[in-house]
């Protein structure tokens, strides 16, 4: 058990970095990415994506998957519960800038400063896994989460897996060219302009450096047995106390070892986050007085906690969140990770842009500003 | 073209030529492979 908490830990931790060193938790660069005004976040993804599809393919075209565990663990299939934890599930990112793995990330920056949100962040992920526990048998009852069925995309067009994969990578390595060509991205804003390679090292990263580090991490958790998702990661968190306390879950009927990595996976990511703002460059945002509030804002906190709930009972219902429904699951060629994605992805593009319409959103010079929650 | 797009467009014809060569090889190791259990249910 030590020894997949411990690996857990450290997987979370280089995950968490590149998700910091990205600027990943950052509501502006999360909304932007919505009303493609700041497309940096996208492009980390897509590449992360195709790394991971990359390393996957070439271990099963040179027969070296089962060798290494270098091999795709596939997210089910479960009918209309995609569509139904898509639509809650995007429309809660889109409200507070979070998803389940930023909001850790974001808990862990913020250690020992005064800003709490994402601290009511992480408390409303849990709040969404216990609706999620009152919620799954009627769900399952009225035909909204289907059994699961290991459904791909290559077993569908009956092709073999390795150089589907090779495809899909090619695919989004391509798009990541195209959308960073034509459309915008916001540069990041040192305090002191970067000299040398250390400076570079400890400032914010390229999207790709990032995008591989976390396409490389959701490999290395794959020969490890195990899977980078950040709901299944609170979900695990919530069976470990469960157990713990005597009031075994049904989600989680047994504390085994692979639910202790997935537990330590996202006290990985606060740690490693944390760690890396230490040893970061602070960027003008975190210097800057906002970033210190000598006020406690209850109604921002609250918004926060509801709309982090949202994301988590989305994702529970929809099979994953952006990194286990996305990043993780789409260099799999999983069916239920491609409709949960664009669903998500339409959903919470669509109340980014409803969100602008009604002024909750300000872009100023192509910048997003003032966002009603999440800021940090 | 920038120094991105150079390297990317290059990866892409590279990945594009192994395709090529695993689906002329046939290795098909992962296609009868079953998914993994998941946690809880899920891979989330």
Known sequence: MSHALLAGLLTGAVFGTALYKVTAIRYERVVGMLLLTDVKIMKFAFSTISVAAFAYGLADIFGLSEATGIAPRVMAFTGWAHVAGGVLFGASMAATGFCPGTAACRAGVNLGSTRFEALFAVVGLFLGVYVYALLKLPLQGAGVIDAPQGLTLHGWMGMPYGPAAMLLGALFLTLTALVDRYLPEVPSEPVTAPRGVLDRVRGEWHFFPAGALAGLTIVAASMQDGYIGYSGSILAVYGWVADAIGQTSSLVPKVTDAIVWRAALIVGVVLGAALARLWSLPTQQEASPAARPAAFDAARSARVMLGAGGLSLGAMVGGGCTTGAFLSAFPTLSVGSFAMGTTFFASAMGTAWLMRRVGAVRLVGGRVQLPAVGRS | ?44
């Open chain 2, 1 to 44: 073209m920038t120094r991105f797009e150079r390297f990317a467009y290059a990866t892409v014809v590279v990945a594009l030529l192994v395709a090529w060569f695993g689906l002329a090889r046939g290795n098909d190791a992962l296609r009868s492979r079953a998914p993994s259990a998941q946690v809880a249910g899920g891979a989330r």
